[in-house]
Each structure stands twice: as C-alpha cells, then as structure tokens.
C-alpha cells in the first residue's frame, strides 16, 4: 500500500481547467504534434465528467453537429478513454480522468529542482514526446520537460511501441545540455533509472526496482522504461533527450495489447494516484541527478543501483547479436556494464542489443 498521501487522492481533472504551461519554451515545431493534436478535447471531457449528456446538448454546447460529437467520441474511445453510452442514450465518462496541469506539478516541485526548469510543457496530443525535443534544440541552461495526454508512435529501447493511451499514464521527456560531450553520457540511463525509482519509492512504492539496462519492475512486473536519445560532439557539446514511460491507471482496452507482464501505480498503491503528484516527485529527483551525473559521472549511483537492482545473483540469460547467454547476475561494472558469471568466467555486457530475462 501506499504510505505518503502526496501521491494520492486524484480529483476529477476532467472537470477542472488546466493549464498547458508554465514557463515560455520554443514553440512545439509543427510537424512534431500528430494530426489529431489540433483537436483539444478537454472542454468535451469536462462535460461528459458532469454526468450523462445526450448528443445533442453536447453539439450544442459545442457548436457542432451531431455527427461531429459522435466522431469525437469515437476518436476518444480509440484514445482509451472510457465512455459510456451510445448515440440517443447519452453519454458519460465511466470513471474520471486525470489530466495533467503543468502549474500543479511545478507547484508540487522541491523548490531547488522547480527552480532548474528551463520549460515546462503538457500536450495534448504528440506522436512522441521525445521525437518533439529532438526537433529542438536543447535549452541554454536548465532542462526543459515535454510530457503528452497521449503518444500515437510512443517508443521504447530497440524502437518497440510503447503503449500511450490518453490521460493514463506518464509520458515524460526531458531535454539536457552536458558540456563533457557523448563520452559523457555513458552510463545516463542507469543514473536517470536511480533517480526515478528512488522518487517512486520516496513516494511509498517500497516494490520498485531496476532491471538493466533501462526497466523500472515492481513484484517482477514492468512498471515503466526509459529511453535516452541525443547528439552531440564527441568531447564539445552534447545534448541528452530522457524519455520516460510509468504506467498509472492502465485501461482494460490498452492492456489487451500488451504482451509482457505489466503493472500500474494504482494497482500498487491500491487506489488512484495523482499523475500530477507523481510527475512533481519524479522530476524532483531527475533534476538534481542530472547535476550530479555531470559533475561526476555514474559513480555517485553505483551503490544507490546496487540497493534498486532486481537481477543481482539471480539466474538471467543474455541475449547479444542473437546469441543467449545464460548466467549469473553480479550487478554493475564502474562503467555500468552488467557482469554475468558464465560458469568459470566474468563477462561484461554493455547495453544496446542486449536484452535481460530471469532464465
């Protein structure tokens, strides 16, 4: 169960107005938003969490015919989001969405990490929140942070889809300057990973762990995943993108597709959990790593992993180039390779085509 009450307690968000920003970034480059992004549903999510409309109040209200109320309702159902109800019954959202409100969730912020902000945006709608930063360039000091209501091409490691169904979940992206270059940045993902699960567990989820190269798990089950992407001069100036996935409120429609063990905050903490909340905690954490992974590199995190690491001393094959390893988990090497005992020997692997499951 969930112990620290800042992380529950969702108000029905649909039913509030939201704010989309808090600082004043660049604008969003026009091919980044999908083609659904020009339709901003809230105003028609507000309504249907008053309770039962009929399709003609709605268009009403809207100033638009019925056809197009039916065709929105249609492209939200898609979006997974729950409505009930049909055409000449009425409609209804089965259970209240929790939208995001960037002011919330700067106000939520640790004073000190709010105050390393260079942006901070909510989309309503984007065909990946990383694809978006990497259109940009990165902001001249601070970080600047992109999370979406919805991904219509979310991604993960080795270009697998990442399932984005609007208002569930967290969509994150934060966008870096390092001034050590790419050399620099081995080794991120595994500081970024420490910073989340910490956040996560700072907020009641005692369950969270890691699982290399790049897995948030809880009770063996993925919970969430990062992906860093970015660019840069090998010993100049780099710039790191850190996408975040972490599953909330996980819609039945959405959890057909997936094929892996998965979980949600909700199911852990036993109640609803505020997006907002979580996202304010999250960041709270990854604004001071950042600082600290580029005064000193991964070391600072080889021991906080350690004390996150699901796969340490347990049995795991190794997938490299197609061929399987099977071993023993030994935990980190200084640079954040994994180290697997294959019988008499130690191998080092580092991430990229690799992939790790408990054998």
């Known amino acids: 169960m969930l112990h620290h009450a800042r992380c529950l307690g969702v108000a029905p968000a649909a039913s509030r107005r939201h704010s989309s920003r808090v600082l004043q970034p660049a604008p969003l480059p026009r091919h980044a938003a999908s083609p659904a992004a020009a339709v901003d549903d809230r105003a028609l999510l507000a309504k249907l969490a008053g309770g039962r409309l009929s399709g003609d109040a709605l268009a009403r209200d809207a100033g638009l015919t019925r056809a197009a109320v039916w065709k929105r309702i249609q492209n939200l159902r898609a979006a997974g989001v729950d409505i ?52 940009q360039p990165a902001p001249q000091q601070g970080v600047a942070v992109l999370l979406a209501e919805r991904q219509t091409g979310g991604r993960g490691r080795r270009g697998r889809q990442w399932t984005s169904p609007l208002g569930a979940h967290i969509y994150l992206s934060a966008s870096r300057r390092f001034n050590g270059g790419l050399g620099q940045l081995a080794g991120l993902s595994l500081a970024v990973g420490v910073a989340v699960a910490e956040a996560l567990r700072g907020c009641g989820f005692a369950d969270v762990g890691l699982k290399w190269p790049n897995d948030l798990l809880a009770r063996q089950r993925k919970l969430g995943g990062l992906l860093i992407e970015g660019g840069g001069e090998m010993a100049g100036n780099a710039r790191a993108v850190i996408g975040l996935g972490l599953n909330v409120h996980m819609p039945a429609t959405a959890a057909a597709s997936i ?44 021991g906080r992993y350690a004390d996150l690491d699901v796969l340490h001393g347990r049995a795991v094959q190794v997938e490299e180039a197609g061929t399987h390893h099977r071993g023993v988990a030994l935990g980190l090497a200084a640079d954040g390779a994994l180290r697997v005992q294959l019988g008499e020997t130690v191998r080092l692997f580092h991430s990229g085509e690799v992939s790790v499951r408990p054998a």
Do not use: H, K
């Open 84 to 135: 009930e109800g049909r055409a000449g019954d009425g409609y209804r959202l089965a259970t209240p969405l929790d939208l995001l409100d960037a002011a919330r969730i700067r106000a939520g912020m640790a004073p000190g990490a709010a105050a390393g902000l260079a942006a901070l945006d909510v989309a309503w709608t984007l065909e990946s929140t990383n694809t978006a930063l990497l259109a």
């Open 259 to 302: 094929d892996q063990p998965w979980i949600d905050l909700d199911t852990l903490a036993g109640g609803a959990v505020s997006r907002d909340q979580v996202t304010a905690a999250v960041l709270s954490g990854l604004l001071p790593a950042l600082d600290l992974f580029e005064a000193q590199g991964l070391a600072p995190f080889l």
